[in-house]
Nanobody, 127 residues
Framework: QVQLTESGGASVQPGGSLRLSCVLS????????IGWFRQAPGKEREGVSC????????YYADSVKGRFTISRDSDIDTAYLQMDDRKPEETGVYYC????????????????????WGQGTQINVAS
């Protein structure tokens, strides 16, 4: 059974930076899409980013392009989300997600379709 553990949530000022980590346990990350989702208070969960296990192609929601960077280190089964230039409306719970890839299926996924998520980590963006 795949387990995901997020960490790195904190309070940050607008314009600041933060990096989240996600550790996948139970299976190797080599054949899993890894994605990040977030849910602001009173809003639906949205996909933020996704990275392919095949060629490490990355995809981002329009709202975070140019400010967020997703990456993965399969040697330690850990993925990251580097977030720069944070905005107050980005306060919320951030979740890591994972979906297995199998031969013959799509090699890329969009952020909203990047797996089932973990427990989440809280981020507050405020002055």
């Amino acid at each position: 059974q795949v387990q995901l553990t997020e960490s790195g949530g904190a309070s940050v000022q607008p314009g600041g930076s933060l990096r989240l980590s996600c550790v996948l346990s139970g299976y190797t990350m080599d054949y899993y899409f890894i994605g990040w989702f977030r849910q602001a208070p009173g809003k639906e969960r949205e996909g933020v980013s996704c990275i392919s296990p095949i060629d490490s192609s990355t995809y981002y929601a329009d709202s975070v392009k140019g400010r967020f960077t997703i990456s993965r280190d399969s040697d330690i089964d850990t993925a990251y989300l580097q977030m720069d230039d944070r905005k107050p409306e980005e306060t919320g719970v951030y979740y890591c997600g994972a979906a297995p890839w199998s031969s013959g299926t799509a090699k890329h996924r969009y952020p909203g379709d990047c797996g089932d998520w973990g427990q989440g980590t809280q981020i507050n963006v405020a002055s």
